[in-house]
C-alpha cells in the first residue's frame, strides 16, 4: 500500500521521463506532457526528461527526488526494467513496477510461462523465429492467429492471419523488431482492459472499434472508437476485475498498470498481457476508468506519483 501524500512538497524535484528511443516515442512525448501538466497545476515541482540518455546527468547530479516514469516499451522505453534498475543503483524512487515486474511483463512470451504455470487463462501459443516452420507452428494452434513481437506494445508490429498464405507476411512485419515472435490463439469475441491503481482493479472498459480491430489507428488517431465502462455487470465484471489483479500481481506487477483480456463468445477470459506504464493520452484507457470510479485526471497522475512511495518508505 503506498503512502498519502497531501503537500506537493514531500514528493520534492520530479523528474517526468518521457520520450526516449523506443517504437512507441511519440505515444510516450503524449502521455508525458498530459502528465507533467497535471503534476504542475497540482503544485509539484516537476519538469520533463526526455529519455533515460537525458536522465543519467540529472540523477548523477542529483538534481530529481523522483521520476515519474511515462516512457513506454523497450529499448530506450522504460518498461523493460532497465530503467528501473538503474534508479534502484541509484537510490532514486520511481513510480510503478519494480525490476523484476517491468522486464518479465515486457517479455509476453515469459509473462504466459507464469500465467499457465498458475492456471490462469491465456490463449494458446508457440514461440517463433523468422526461420521456423511458421506453417505449422499454426496448423498446431488452429487459424485464425495473431503474430506479434513479444517484446512490444500499442499494437506495433501485430497481424491477424486468417490463411496459411499470409502468414510469411505476418512473420516478416514482426520479426522487424528485436527479441522472439509470438503466436497465439486468436481469441474472437471482445476486448477489454482493465486498470491497476494500487491493491484495486478499476472498472473494465469494453473496447468496441469502429473496423473489425482495435489496431494503432483505432487506439491513437480514430475519434470513433466506443469504449463501454463498466464493460460488464454483476459476477462477470467482478470476475474478469479479479482476474486482471490476479494477472498483474502474480507477474510480479506494483503501483499501477493496465492489463488486457479477450472475452470469447462463450463468456471465457484470456489474458493477453499487462502494461506497466500504460498511455496517459487523451485516447488512454486508464483515466477513462478512473473517471467513472471518481478520479478525475489530475488525482489519478498525483495518485500514481504516489506509487513512487512504496511499502515501508518514508516521504
Not at 523506443?22 to 497540482?42: F, T
Not at 517491468?102 to 501459443?125: E, G
Not at 508457440?126 to 499454426?138: E, H, Y
Not at 482495435?214 to 467482478?238: F, M, W
Request: aromatic share 8%.
Amino acid at each position: 500500500m503506498t503512502k498519502r501524500i497531501t503537500d506537493p512538497k514531500q514528493f520534492g524535484r520530479v523528474a517526468v521521463l518521457m520520450g526516449g528511443t523506443s517504437s512507441e516515442r511519440e505515444v510516450s512525448l503524449d502521455s508525458g506532457r498530459n502528465c507533467l501538466e497535471a503534476l504542475q497545476r497540482k503544485g509539484v515541482d516537476a519538469y520533463a526528461v526526455d529519455g533515460i540518455a537525458a536522465l543519467v546527468p540529472e540523477l548523477v547530479a542529483r538534481r530529481c527526488d523522483r521520476v515519474f516514469n511515462i516512457l513506454h516499451g523497450h529499448a530506450g522505453g522504460g518498461e523493460d526494467g532497465v530503467l528501473q534498475g538503474l534508479l534502484e543503483a541509484f537510490g532514486v524512487p520511481y513510480t510503478g513496477s519494480d525490476v523484476l515486474g517491468s522486464a518479465l511483463t515486457m517479455d509476453k512470451i515469459r509473462t504466459k510461462q507464469v500465467w499457465l504455470s498458475l492456471n490462469l487463462p491465456t490463449p494458446r501459443y508457440a514461440r517463433i523465429s523468422k526461420n521456423d516452420d511458421v506453417i505449422a507452428a499454426a496448423r498446431s494452434l488452429g487459424l485464425p492467429v495473431v503474430v506479434k513481437p513479444s517484446c512490444e506494445g500499442s499494437s506495433v508490429g501485430i497481424s491477424r492471419v486468417f490463411s496459411e498464405t499470409d502468414l510469411r507476411q505476418a512473420v516478416d512485419l514482426a520479426a522487424r523488431y528485436p527479441g522472439e515472435l509470438l503466436m497465439e490463439q486468436l481469441i474472437e469475441g471482445e476486448e477489454f482492459t482493465i486498470g491497476i491503481l494500487e491493491d484495486e482493479a478499476l472498472p473494465t472498459i469494453r473496447i468496441v472499434p469502429a473496423g473489425e480491430y482495435y489496431d494503432y489507428h483505432a487506439k491513437y488517431v480514430a475519434e470513433d472508437t466506443q469504449y463501454i465502462c463498466p464493460g460488464l455487470s454483476g459476477a462477470a465484471e467482478a470476475e474478469m476485475r479479479n482476474l486482471a489483479y490476479q494477472a498483474f500481481r502474480t507477474a510480479g506487477c506494483t503501483g499501477w498498470g493496465r492489463v488486457d483480456v479477450m472475452r470469447d463468445r462463450n463468456g471465457m477470459n484470456f489474458l493477453l498481457e499487462v502494461n506497466t506504464a500504460p498511455g496517459m493520452t487523451s485516447h488512454s484507457l486508464v483515466p477513462k476508468a478512473a473517471s467513472v470510479f471518481g478520479i478525475e485526471f489530475d488525482d489519478l497522475v498525483w495518485r500514481v506519483l504516489e506509487t513512487s512511495f512504496r511499502a515501508g518508505a518514508t516521504p
